[in-house]
């Protein structure tokens, strides 16, 4: 018969402190289509938790559902694979207890900008520290091409044969109108040594650094991001002290690069609403804003005797005494 | 028998304008008990009078229960006949657990809520009527037409209508008898019922604490003018003799036990976003929660909400959500999420009136079948309901136990009825081991796996973020006992059958409800919720009239305990009495193969296989133990519920 006690009780642990390497930090095999912008995404953060040398078990990649929602299952952390949408409110409630932990999100165009809107609004607000990708496709890819808010107007799509009949949302512009927001960044799958820089700065930030990635679907929109990829007259990188740093000869590589002060919001907005270029970089950077987990944690320690205590005064407000 | 918070310094001041009444020559009635309505255009502070009536009547040592009488509108137009807002109260020397029948006394603040109550069936025929006169005298012709008509037609048809000169008393004692006459009715309350006045003193000071000496005293002098009053100008009294009180008890409405279990439960995190009849509890919540390391959380929607718990519990201890039905239809997808990653998490839902908004303020008992089988796919979980105001308090303590030793979600049904109603109950010993232990942190021995579910009884040991070697992701798909994503048919049936062998196993540990009556006979009512107090009180009533009958009310309506269907079969007919709607046999329509059952009888249909009969009224108000009675009566007669 089965006995919860023994069951439940904690064990002794063992605990081996070699570093960790990117090999601890992988899950089962990552089942992405053959050249999937997920799978750089994925190499990234991977690599950005054995520099940081984040203790797995201290790590938690939530996420909500769609082929991008399937990353933390190839991590060798914690994680949590939740609903579609949702993976915004789990993350706060997952750090609201458990500051110790570091709280990664992952999700998808469809899953943030459309079902998640209204989370996404609010999580920005609530500025948790937690790193969040917005893994960008312009598309439903686990449901098989259907159109996102995401997808430029035109775009053939199954639910748009004849093309997407509206402009798209632009989850930077977005992001950059809301309220009391803290990081915004934009990045590309198909830069590494760029996105992972940028990754890594969001980490670094604290508060919710929001990181929207460009990621190719070559399954359903193979040519979708060419023009982005072939000409890179069509990228402007966004360099500072402040923001972005990245090797002289990544940045030769790019005819636009320019120094943007990432505390400049408007920027940033003009910035994040060219529609000549796409701008690839930290947008806006505000570490002094405040973080609702902050303001609502509590710090002190409360035995259960202060418990009872506070209880007990509680129910002096209510109490009629025994008569006579 | 004294409250001790009565307010030491203002009592010498007082003392002198203690009144001085002549020796009382009224008629005192001995009564069992009464109901006492007090009603006013909501903001004339009916409410707070009712209550502190109610808590006056408990402190001298009475059984009492109270209804709050509200309108769906914050500020209904004034003299409305919907807007009738205040206060229910059954007092009784006894132990009251519904409230009651038809009013026996009746305080209106005007005649146009008083026709409000009296059209929603709320007066007791020929029952006494305490009205304000002002009406009489005002200068709106109309205004003192619809008055003296109303008056002279309640009288007509046979009420005992007293006009009394309410804020002209007032005036004496206050330049603004709008905001004071609630505590003058509330003297003439504790003078008609000849409530010890130090005892209705210490309730005004304590009601009005921390808002200053001068309101206090205000308010202290309108309650001794209205006590005066009665006592000098009602040629009659009730007296309704206390009971003796043996342990210290706690005066509280249903959401405020609620709160207080939750804070015993050891949960800490209480997310959730503003519906009523749920928010009151998280008002107080807000206010408290935080001194025993909780807090709430208002999320930007319900289903927010319930994620944002669901990630607490998730990484830490379990957490709990509160919403009313709307909310609890918005929270489906996340539950069955909870049930699949096999996470603790506590849903209350204090259910109103639907469907869709429905009677946003009023009493329901629709959510049952929801709370048990919403969601998609099998998303089982445990699902119990507060019968008493009592339970408010104990049963958050039980479902955080539930929740957190079968890594499921459990739901706690309360309603409109509970929420705002009043009843004492023995004041609760805390124990230490209510509040959840810390968080585990240890590491997972090798070899160990995230969903190890034991055959028998598909329970295993969680892993909660921070346990070194316990890495893996939880997910909303099919998984095996590694958390990893399974399509396969094998590993679905195992997740399928051992997440469902959880309840069976809970179900073992549950102990078979007493019957309340014979223990066989020729009808048994069944009920659940906060019907409890009316359906007992109407059996008891059709059994001191010689009949063989018997109620069962239900806790766990998911699972139900073990021998339930035993106790069904030892009498002749079974129905059962609730608060969501079922179709009538005597409308044309309706046959045996199309009625639809209120919510309890589908279910003890299904699972027993017995024709139990079922018989609800659906009208936003608490059962009235009068009806239920004609109820039983007629069953037992004709052998149907409805005729
Ligand atoms: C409530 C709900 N609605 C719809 C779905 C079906 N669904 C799953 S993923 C998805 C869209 C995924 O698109 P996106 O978020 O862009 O992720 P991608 O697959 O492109 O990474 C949809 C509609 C679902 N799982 N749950
Ligand atoms: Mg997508």
Not at chain 1, 174 to 183: D, E
């Amino acid at each position: 018969m089965f006995d919860p006690i023994k069951t439940l009780s904690p064990s002794v642990p063992d605990i081996d402190d070699d570093a960790y390497s990117m090999d601890d930090f992988e899950g089962v095999n990552a089942r992405w289509c053959h050249a999937c912008g997920n799978n750089a995404i994925l190499t990234a953060v991977q690599k950005l938790c054995a520099e940081e040398q984040l203790a797995p078990e201290k790590t938690v990649f939530v996420s909500g559902i769609g082929c991008s929602s399937r990353l933390p299952h190839y991590m060798g952390t914690y994680g949590f694979h939740a609903l579609h949408g949702r993976a915004l409110p789990i993350a706060e409630g997952i750090k609201i207890r458990r500051p110790d932990l570091h709280v990664f999100v992952n999700t998808g165009d469809g899953d943030c900008c459309s079902i998640g809107a209204g989370h996404w609004i609010h999580a920005m607000r609530y500025n948790m520290n937690m790193t969040v990708l917005l893994h960008d496709n312009q598309i439903y890819g686990l449901t098989k091409k259907q159109i996102s808010p995401t997808s430029p107007r035109g775009l053939v799509s199954s639910t748009s044969p004849r093309g997407a009949y509206l402009e798209p949302l632009n989850p930077l512009a977005a992001t950059l109108g809301m309220s009391n927001i803290s990081f915004v960044a934009n990045a590309v799958d198909w830069l590494p040594s760029v996105l992972y820089e940028i990754i890594h700065q969001a980490f670094h930030h604290r508060g919710l650094s929001f990181v929207r990635i460009v990621q190719r679907c070559p399954r359903y929109l193979p040519h979708q991001f060419d023009e982005y990829m072939k000409d890179p007259e069509r990228i402007l990188l966004l360099t500072h002290a402040q923001g972005l740093h990245v090797q002289d000869a990544v940045a030769r590589r790019f005819k636009h690069c320019m120094e943007h002060d990432p505390s400049d919001l408007d920027r940033a907005r003009e910035l994040a609403t060219n529609q000549e270029r796409l701008p690839v970089g930290i947008l806006y950077r505000n570490p002094g804003v405040l973080c609702y987990e902050d303001v609502r944690t509590s710090v002190e320690h409360l035995t259960a005797a202060d418990k009872v205590k506070a209880l007990e005064r509680e129910f002096d407000k209510f109490t009629v005494q025994p008569t006579s | 028998m004294n409250d001790s918070t009565a307010t030491s310094e203002l009592d010498g001041s007082l003392a002198a304008q203690t009144p001085t009444s002549a020796v009382d020559q009224r008629r005192v009635d001995e009564i069992r008990d009464h109901v006492v309505e007090v009603i006013s255009d909501s903001g004339e502070g009916a409410q707070k009078c009712g209550q502190s009536f109610a808590s006056i009547a408990a402190k001298t040592g009475h059984g009492v229960w109270t209804v709050e009488i509200i309108p769906a509108e914050i500020e209904p137009p004034a003299r409305s006949i919907e807007g009738a807002s205040g206060n229910r109260i059954r007092v009784g020397s006894y132990y009251v657990n519904n409230g009651g029948d038809e009013a026996d006394v009746v305080i209106a603040f005007n005649e146009q809520v008083l026709l409000g109550r009296e059209r929603a069936g709320g007066l007791k025929p020929g029952c006494t009527i305490l009205l304000e006169n002002k009406w009489r005298h005002h200068q709106d012709p109309a205004i003192v037409t619809a008055y003296t008509s109303t008056c002279e037609q309640l009288m007509a048809d046979g009420y005992q209508v007293r006009e009394i000169p309410m804020e002209q008393v007032c005036l004496q004692h206050t330049n603004n008898p709008q905001r004071g006459k609630n505590m003058f009715v509330l003297g003439m309350l504790s003078g008609l019922y000849r409530q010890d006045l130090e005892v209705a003193r210490a309730q005004v000071a304590f009601t009005f604490r921390g808002k200053g000496e001068q309101l206090v005293k205000r308010n202290l002098r309108l309650l001794e003018a209205g006590y005066e009053w009665a006592t000098q100008n009602l040629e009659f009294a009730f007296e309704i003799p206390s009971v003796e009180r043996k342990e210290a008890q706690i005066v509280v409405n249903g959401n405020t036990a609620l709160a207080l279990g939750i804070m015993a439960s050891g949960m800490e995190i209480c997310a959730m976003y503003p519906i009523t009849p749920a928010t009151s509890a998280s008002h107080y919540l807000s206010d408290v929660f935080e001194n025993v390391g909780g807090m709430v959380h208002q999320a930007e929607d319900e289903i927010a909400a319930c994620a944002f718990a669901i990630g607490a519990s998730y990484a830490g201890k379990c957490a709990v959500t509160i919403t009313s039905g709307p909310g609890m239809a918005l929270k489906q997808e996340l539950i069955g999420l909870a049930t699949m990653a096999e996470i603790p998490l506590v849903i209350v839902d204090v259910q109103r009136g639907g469907p869709s908004t429905g009677l946003p303020t009023k009493v329901e008992q629709g959510d049952l079948l929801q709370a048990i089988f919403g969601s998609h796919g099998d998303a089982p979980r445990v699902v119990m309901a507060a019968a008493t105001i009592e339970d408010c308090f104990y049963l958050p303590i039980a479902a955080r136990k539930i929740a957190e030793a079968f890594n499921l979600p459990v739901v706690l049904l309360t309603d409109a009825n509970l929420a705002t109603a009043q009843q004492p109950f023995a004041r609760p010993q805390l124990r230490k081991e209510w509040f959840a232990a810390p968080v585990d942190q240890s590491a997972i021995p090798e070899g160990e796996r995230p969903y190890d579910w034991d055959d028998t009884t598909g329970l295993y040991r969680r892993f909660t973020p921070g346990q070194p070697g316990g890495m893996h992701t939880v997910t909303g798909l099919a998984h095996d006992r590694s958390s990893r994503v399974a399509y396969d048919p094998a590993t679905n049936e195992e997740g399928l059958k051992h997440r469902s062998l959880k309840l069976a196993a809970f179900q073992k540990t549950l102990t078979v409800p007493e019957v309340f009556g014979d223990p066989q006979g020729d009808l048994l009512v069944v009920g659940w919720g906060s019907t409890k107090g009316v359906i007992e009180e109407a059996v008891a009533r059709v059994r001191a009239e010689g009949q063989s009958i018997a109620s069962l009310h239900l806790t766990y309506l998911q699972p139900m305990a073990s021998g339930i269907g035993d106790i069904l079969k030892r009498y002749r007919q079974v129905m059962t009495v609730e608060m969501s709607w079922a179709d009538r046999l005597e409308d044309d329509l309706i046959t045996y193969e199309n009625r639809r059952y209120s919510n309890l009888a589908w279910l003890l249909r299904a699972r027993y296989l017995i024709d139990v009969d079922c018989w609800s009224e659906v009208r936003g108000q608490p059962l009235k133990p009068r009806m239920v009675t004609e109820v039983i009566r007629n069953k037992l007669a004709q052998g149907v519920s409805h005729v």
